[in-house]
């Protein structure tokens, strides 16, 4: 192959005979900008294959499309939305009701940079699970969310998750649906935003299925109560809205969640304003695992909490990544130190195999905060893997 100095710097000089590199037989002549389409790209790469499309020999782990996974990119909302699947991924990118560093609302995007290289269609050794095998999974990118009204922002997203829930997989299985109207619903895992957007996402899960008991991994307890404006002259008791630390006393007031203590916290090590913080905690209906378990009784001793505590419900699992140690996720918006491993966290994970997971929700990743490798992102997007191993396990039947 010669290049000439006449030709323009696009241009490549084949030999006249035809160039044989690798044992390849190129088209003869010059290639240039102005031929590159109309090149026989079937004949070039026929020693590959017979049949090797431009998506067969171009899917590494690097191009195409960035969705979770790799998982189907489609159009799930408005008159031409398309149906027939079993597990939709959607991004809430939503950051606005943060009270520390915000950047979540870049998550999204972060996490599903980060799971480039799983793929739905590898086999998770330890988990001994394909997820395709078991579910027809797509990702139906963002959820528009306004950026200057919180309240309409979330109740956008709450009717886009309505909308995923109201439909019908695309697999049946034998036996009866825990579905309260008998039938086999899509489930949602949610890539967020921060973390006031479980909120809406528990409001269209209760809807589905009832209250359901909430495995929350976090380092807060986000049940405080929202505080009266009382210091205000402007606003005198009037409750601060919804936020990242406040939802679940919503949840609890709007009898979203599973009763008798049956909702348990995974990995709390945050300061809290005073005891109550933690007696409200109690009333609300929550059992809690602090950090420090994993060193006092092993992440086989959080499994079985974990386990006597949700039972039978119907499960909905709600991950911070705060919860992780900052040495290993430092891309957040409020980070505690003496965290969980992420080794830890999936072993937890692998650990709850058989519950009924109606839907889960990973949130909190703001990327501008990552390490130059994304081992948040990373970190996140792995997490959301194992979530649909465990969906993959088990259907939801009675």
């Known amino acids: 192959m010669v290049f000439s100095p006449r030709l323009s710097a696009a241009a490549i000089v084949v030999s ?24 026989n790209f079937t004949e070039i790469f026929t020693p590959y294959g017979a049949d090797m499309s431009n998506e067969a020999w171009a899917r590494t782990d690097y191009n195409g499309l960035t969705s979770f996974a790799r998982a189907a990119p489609i159009r799930c909302f408005g008159a031409d939305a398309e149906t027939g699947y079993d ?14 560093r915000p950047g979540a609302r870049f998550g999204p995007n972060g996490i599903r940079k980060g799971s480039r290289r799983l793929g739905i269609s590898r ?31 979330l109740r956008q997203l709450e009717l886009a998750n309505a909308a995923l829930l109201s439909g019908t997989s695309v697999h049946s ?23 006031t957007i479980t909120l809406p996402l528990l409001r269209g899960v209760a809807s589905v299925y009832g209250p359901v008991s909430v495995i929350h991994f976090d380092s807060h307890l986000d049940t405080w109560k929202p505080k009266p404006m009382a210091d205000s002259p402007w606003l005198p008791g009037e409750e601060i809205p919804v936020s990242h630390g406040s939802y679940f006393y919503y949840a609890y007031k709007e009898g ?23 007696k409200d905690d109690y009333k609300f209906g929550w059992v809690i695992s602090h950090a420090w378990d994993a060193e006092d009784m092993g992440w086989q001793g959080i499994v079985k909490k974990i386990r006597e505590t949700v039972g039978d419900n119907p499960v909905y ?14 891309a957040t918006g409020t980070p505690e130190i003496g965290g969980l491993t992420t080794r830890e966290i999936k072993k937890i994970l692998q650990g709850l195999s058989g519950l009924k997971i109606v839907g889960a929700d990973i949130v909190e990743v703001a990327p501008d905060y990552d ?25 939801l039947t009675e």
């Open 87 to 100: 597990v939709a991924v959607i991004g809430a990118p939503f950051d606005t009701a943060t009270s520390f």
């Open 173 to 195: 299985y034998a036996g009866k649906s825990i579905a309260k109207d008998g039938k086999f619903h899509p489930r949602v895992l949610t890539l967020g935003g921060d973390h």
């Open 256 to 278: 979203l969640l599973a009763s008798n203590n049956a909702n348990i916290h995974v990995g709390i090590r945050g300061a809290i304003n005073s005891w109550d913080d933690y």
């Open 371 to 395: 390490t130059q490798d994304e081992i948040t992102q990373i970190a996140a997007a792995n997490i959301g893997w194992e979530i649909l191993g465990l969906m993959a396990k088990t259907p």
């Open 16 to 39: 006249q005979a035809a160039q044989v590199l690798g044992g390849i037989q190129y088209p003869m002549g010059v290639v240039n900008s102005e031929n590159f389409q109309s090149l």
């Open 317 to 330: 699992i709600t991950l911070d990544i705060d919860v992780i140690d900052p040495g290993m996720a430092p």
């Open 123 to 153: 086999i998770n050794v330890p988990a001994n699970i394909r997820i395709t095998d078991h579910l027809e999974v797509v990702d139906c990118g963002d959820v528009p969310m306004v950026l200057t009204d919180n309240k309409v922002a």
